[in-house]
Every structure is written in C-alpha cells, then in structure tokens.
C-alpha cells in the first residue's frame, strides 16, 4: 500500500527524499520526506571508505535499525551494499535478512540489464526494489556525469524501461545529463528520483549530510542550506568557554 501510495504521486506532485544514518536524524526527516534511504554513502561521509565497495551488510543493516526508529511515514528504503547481489540467490537472502532485520519498507540496488534476474526474483519474493542508474558508485571507477554520448544515452534508457519491466518500484538517476533525464522520466511509469540529474525527475534526493554543510563535499549538484558546521562550531565553543570559566554546570545543572 505504501509502495502504491509512493508511485501514484508520479505526475502529481514532486517526491522529496534524502538519506538519513540514525535515529535522530531520521526523525526530523520524517517530517518532510516521501522517502528516506539508508544509502551506502555512509561508507564515505561517516567511515571515511575511499569507496561506498567497503560498506558491509551487517553496518548498513545496523545503521537502518537505528533509522528505523525514527520513521513514523515516510518509505524506508536500505541500500544493498557491493557484492551482497552478485546472483538472484545471493540477492534474496541478503535482501530477506536486510528486510527482517531493519524492517525496512524495500531495498535500493545499483545496476542497469545485469541485475533484471536479481531484481525480478526479489520482487516475486515480495521485496520491493528500487534501481539506481546513471553514475553507480559501487561499480564506477571514477566520477563522470553520464549521458554525454548517444550509447550511453541508449543504454540508461534502455535499462530504466528494463528496470520497470523487472518490477522495481522506482529508481535513483544519478549525475545524467538534463534532457535525458526527461526522455527516461517520461518514457516510463515509475518515478525517478534524481541527484544530480536535473529537475526533469520525479522526485530528488540528497545526502542529508551534504545538504546541512557538515560533510566537506564540493560537488555541483549540492545545494548547501545551512552551515550546520559553524552552528555546532559555535555551541561547542561557548560550551568549552563556560566549562573552563567554572559556569557550566551552574546549580540548575547540578543535584
Ligand atoms: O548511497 C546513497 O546515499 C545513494 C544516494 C546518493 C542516492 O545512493
């Protein structure tokens, strides 16, 4: 039903989604998100991976716990991480265990015509999945925006209409170029949700760390909205300045 709920906004009106890693954080997202997604980009904003291959199911699995607790409505949805999918077989026992464990709302796979087996057996199996197409961390060796060329174009459209076919219940694109991101969206029935993909998505998602200002990224596609660095920056001092001139803790603080 939720699933249901979540396409039929494709054509109405605009999905809002951002990755979140814990509880707190999470909670607050609930407020104003469509769907939140434990990405396996905590691999680099928390872990300092030099790539999102290093994430292993049982940190994303107990990241997702966390963030669990802090989703009253919006879709959850926990990114299978590298080599986790490599088969159908794989795929469904990992995705099961990810879905038991973190009672997540459906699982996030990155790949195109080579995981259309992966993605319709999951689905039979009542996991819904959700693609990701165009720059695909987990496999990409390095970071270029994709779209540029008539092949590459051919093969994200190809894959998106396979990805739909297979079952998947919506899709990231990620860094494509701005008209092909139109031709993808309106050529199939499924939202797609961009990053770095132009406003010609059905939907956007950011990594929230990104957007607040603390994660030291310096990418095109990121609209910072706060400088929640400075912000903590500032609590953080006055805390060490009234620590060291014997204010905190005053009476009201102690027993
Ligand atoms: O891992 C992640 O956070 C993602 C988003 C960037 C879509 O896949």
């Known amino acids: 039903m939720k699933i249901k709920k979540f396409i039929n906004k494709k054509n109405?009106?605009?999905?809002?989604a951002l990755t979140a890693y814990s509880k707190n954080i999470a909670s607050v997202l609930d407020n104003y998100c469509d769907l939140i997604l434990v990405g396996?980009?905590?691999?680099?904003?928390?872990?300092?991976?030099?790539?999102?291959?290093?994430?292993?199911?049982?940190?994303?699995?107990?990241?997702?716990?966390?963030?669990?607790?802090?989703?009253?409505?919006?879709?959850?949805?926990?990114?299978?991480?590298y080599n986790t999918y490599r088969n159908p077989k794989?795929?469904?026992?990992?995705?099961?265990?990810?879905?038991k464990k973190t009672k997540s709302d459906g699982v996030k796979l990155e790949g195109g015509k080579k995981i259309t087996k992966i993605?319709?057996?999951?689905?039979?199996?009542n996991i819904p999945v959700m693609g990701h197409l165009g720059v695909l961390p987990q496999s990409d060796k390095k970071?270029?925006?994709?779209?540029?060329?008539k092949v590459e174009k051919e093969n994200i459209l190809r894959d998106a209409k396979l990805l739909e076919q297979s079952g998947a219940f919506s899709m990231v694109l990620e860094c494509i170029e701005t008209s092909l991101a139109k031709l993808v969206t309106d050529s199939i029935g499924i939202p797609t949700i961009g990053i770095g993909a132009s406003?010609?998505?059905?939907?956007?998602?950011l990594v929230f760390d990104d957007l607040i200002g603390l994660n030291p990224i310096k990418v095109r596609f990121v609209k910072k909205y706060t400088n929640i660095k400075r912000e903590l920056s500032?609590?953080?001092?006055?805390?060490?300045?009234?620590?060291?001139?014997?204010?905190?803790?005053?009476k009201k603080y102690s027993y």
């Open 119 to 125: 993605i319709n057996t999951l689905v039979k199996n």
């Open 143 to 149: 970071f270029k925006f994709k779209g540029e060329n």
């Open 12 to 16: 109405k009106t605009k999905i809002v």
């Open 199 to 205: 406003k010609n998505c059905d939907g956007q998602i």
């Open 234 to 250: 500032k609590a953080v001092s006055k805390y060490a300045n009234d620590v060291k001139k014997r204010k905190f803790p005053s």
């Open 40 to 81: 396996d980009s905590l691999g680099s904003v928390l872990y300092n991976y030099k790539s999102t291959k290093e994430v292993t199911l049982n940190t994303i699995i107990e990241h997702s716990k966390s963030v669990r607790m802090g989703i009253k409505r919006s879709l959850m949805i926990v990114d299978m991480p």
């Open 90 to 99: 794989e795929a469904l026992k990992n995705a099961k265990l990810i879905m």
